[in-house]
């Protein structure tokens, strides 16, 4: 190649350099394509509940939902969501999607675009005032709710602006936080352990019963408008009975309608998992099966032998065998029990059984559940501190006087104990020839040597063998 | 477009001005693979990557045409590269090694189509520099023959990049 040629494509090479440059003009429409399609969403929008009435000063986090391209399934769109306001907007809104509502009322667009989809919804940022809660539901129709189920409910509050306006509207994500809920007895206006209403950190209100009977639900708050304390008027609701009967199952269970408990017996430090199961009448006739663990209430006899703890969703009781050789009892219970319960707020498990109370609606189950001994995987076995291996011989280079066996279990629970001494470990001669090589003495784990030959003793423990093979010169 | 076409242009010059001998022209045939790398996701499609070339000492000069061999998924986003070419240039440091390695720079323009449910199907073309690196080392029955593997990042964006793994045969002449 001549000089000039090398040049030539050197010169070619730089201009290549210097002229070409990214495309990113083009760029956004195939980045925007793998976004939207990495969520496999087809289109998007805001969900049913999205607040667009908000109080001014306060804070709302948005969330986009998408339809997934089988066209059913929604998902909660996390990432790679750009939010934003229409010109102008004195609110602002950071790229997480909360939102933080002006000092003065104004009435602006929110934007989410995700990918190439984008969804725009009008929000109102309203100077009236939180004064308290007005209806449980939007459309105040009331629902109906049995023993031992949960009811979404939406608080509708009263709000009014400084120029004595009247706004009634879903209570906003902040003042949601600030209610007190009382519920008492309808009979006789007591403290109610019928139901208790639980409010989540993701804004939402769920009502759970635990007993049937009439209730009285109140909403106590701190109205903006006044400065003072205030409680609505009262709501009435039935929780009625409508459990034909529950049992247990496991965890894992997914048809609900013939599930039982499996395997009734666990080891030492294993763990099993229950729920708890309840066939319901439908107003059609029908019955329904649902999960009901998390409003029924749960005993456990013997509590000692085990540890049980609700699971974080309270969906599920995890029961770890702590005493081997031992047996509990769980029982449970949907409607008014015997047992006096202090809190019901975390869940209802008592260390003893539980049993209905006979003046109240109530099914009961129960399951006995066996903490077994833990397995035996291995063993590590060393006769005079040599190492032996399970059925293989080995030739000692001397003839020792006594033969002394050393063994330690390896267990299921990845735990390892020297048995030597256990009662439960034991050691049998193998005949092998005659006269006999080595015989028992006052200590079990140690053999008198007598003769030349072939030794062998079988230990057995737990239902496993090892056998010492030793050949002696 | 325009640039590549520039470049075509003086790499045929190049090819059929300079005193060549025809033992230093060169074939190089493979099966690659495309990630188109986004901030959103990525696809694979999967191309057949054609190469001439010339190689002088420590110098080789070389046109890819790639063509589409299957599109790639992602959830309901097919896409595909129809076509890419490349005009490349290796630089190989270590010529007296029994495995050679290339430093590789040149420029290319890949075309990607693309189709998404509610969409209009699209079609997008990226021209840009391009860098990477290969090894090639030749059959010892057979020295005109050699394995070769190059990857190669062929367009280098803002927000996505398109890169070519190859691995395939090269013939001297």
Redesign the interface.
């Known amino acids: 190649?001549?000089s000039k040629?090398?040049a030539?494509?050197l010169?070619?090479?730089l201009?290549?350099?210097i002229?070409?440059?990214?495309?990113?003009e083009?760029?956004?429409?195939?980045?925007?394509?793998?976004?939207?399609?990495?969520e496999?969403v087809?289109?998007i929008s805001f969900p049913e509940e999205t607040e667009t009435v908000v109080s001014i000063s306060s804070e709302v986090e948005y969330r986009l939902q998408g339809l997934k391209?089988n066209g059913v399934d929604t998902v909660t769109v996390d990432g790679?969501v750009e939010w934003s306001l229409s010109a102008g907007a004195v609110s602002s809104i950071n790229q997480q999607g909360l939102f933080t509502a002006a000092d003065t009322s104004e009435t602006l667009t929110l934007t989410a675009k995700f990918?190439?989809l984008s969804e725009s919804i009008d929000i109102r940022v309203s100077s009236a005032k939180f004064d308290q809660v007005v209806k449980l539901d939007e459309d105040d129709a009331g629902f109906s709710i049995n023993m031992c189920q949960y009811q979404t409910i939406k608080p509708v509050g009263r709000y009014e602006d400084e120029d004595g306006n009247e706004e009634i509207r879903l209570v906003d994500s902040k003042v949601i936080h600030q209610i007190e809920w009382l519920i008492t007895n309808e009979e006789d206006g007591s403290d109610s352990q019928r139901a208790i209403i639980e409010t989540t950190s993701q804004d939402e209100v769920f009502l759970h019963s635990l007993a049937s009977g009439n209730i009285v639900i109140n909403a106590k708050a701190l109205s903006h408008l006044t400065g003072l304390e205030v409680t609505s008027t009262d709501f009435d609701q039935t929780i009625d009975h409508g459990l034909n009967s529950i049992k247990l199952c496991d965890s894992t269970d997914t048809d609900l309608g013939n599930c039982v408990v499996d395997e009734s017996e666990i080891e030492k430090d294993q763990v099993i998992s229950l729920i708890a199961v309840g066939n319901y009448q439908a107003a059609d006739g029908s019955t329904y099966n649902e999960n009901i663990s998390r409003n029924s209430k749960w005993g456990i006899a013997d509590s000692i032998n085990a540890s049980s703890v609700f699971s974080d969703d309270r969906q599920q009781l995890d029961i770890t065998g702590d005493v081997e050789d031992s047996d509990i009892t769980v029982s449970l219970a949907c409607g008014g029990i015997e047992q006096t319960i202090d809190d019901i707020s975390q869940g209802v498990l008592l260390d003893t059984l539980v049993s209905c109370d006979i003046n109240s609606d109530c099914e009961l189950a129960s399951q006995e559940i066996h903490v077994s001994l833990l397995s035996v995987l291995s063993f590590d076995v060393r006769a005079n501190n040599v190492a032996v291996t399970d059925n293989t011989v080995l030739n000692l280079a001397s003839r020792p006087n006594t033969i002394t066996l050393d063994v330690t279990a390896n267990f299921s629970n990845d735990s390892s104990e020297n048995i030597t001494d256990d009662s439960d470990l034991d050691y049998f001669i193998i005949p092998t020839a005659v006269p006999e090589v080595i015989e028992e003495t006052v200590s079990t784990e140690v053999f008198t040597v007598l003769n030349t030959g072939t030794a062998k003793i079988r230990l057995e423990y737990r239902g496993e063998t090892f056998i010492v093979v030793i050949d002696i010169p | 477009m325009k640039y590549l076409l520039h470049f075509y242009y003086l790499f045929l010059l190049f090819l059929f001005s300079s005193p060549l001998s025809a033992d230093n022209f060169y074939i190089e045939g493979s099966p690659a693979q495309v990630t188109i790398d986004t901030s959103g996701g990525e696809t694979r499609p999967k191309m057949l990557d054609l190469r001439v070339g010339y190689v002088k000492s420590m110098h080789q000069f070389e046109l890819a045409i790639m063509t589409s061999v299957s599109d790639d998924e992602l959830n309901q986003l097919t896409v595909d590269v129809p076509s890419a070419v490349s005009v490349l240039y290796h630089y190989l440091p270590f010529v007296d090694s029994d495995i050679q390695l290339h430093l590789i720079v040149g420029a290319s323009q890949i075309e990607v189509d693309s189709s998404y449910p509610g969409t209009a199907d699209s079609s997008d073309s990226f021209q840009g520099v391009s860098f990477g690196i290969g090894f090639e080392e030749s059959f010892s029955a057979m020295p005109q023959l050699k394995m070769s593997a190059d990857w190669i990042r062929l367009y280098h964006g803002d927000e996505m990049n398109i890169t070519a793994f190859s691995l395939g045969v090269h013939y001297d002449f």
């Open positions: 190649m001549t040629a090398m030539n494509i010169l070619a090479a201009f290549i350099f002229a070409a440059c990214s495309d990113a083009n760029e956004t429409h195939l980045v925007e394509l793998h976004t939207v399609a990495s496999d087809i289109s391209s790679d990918g190439f």
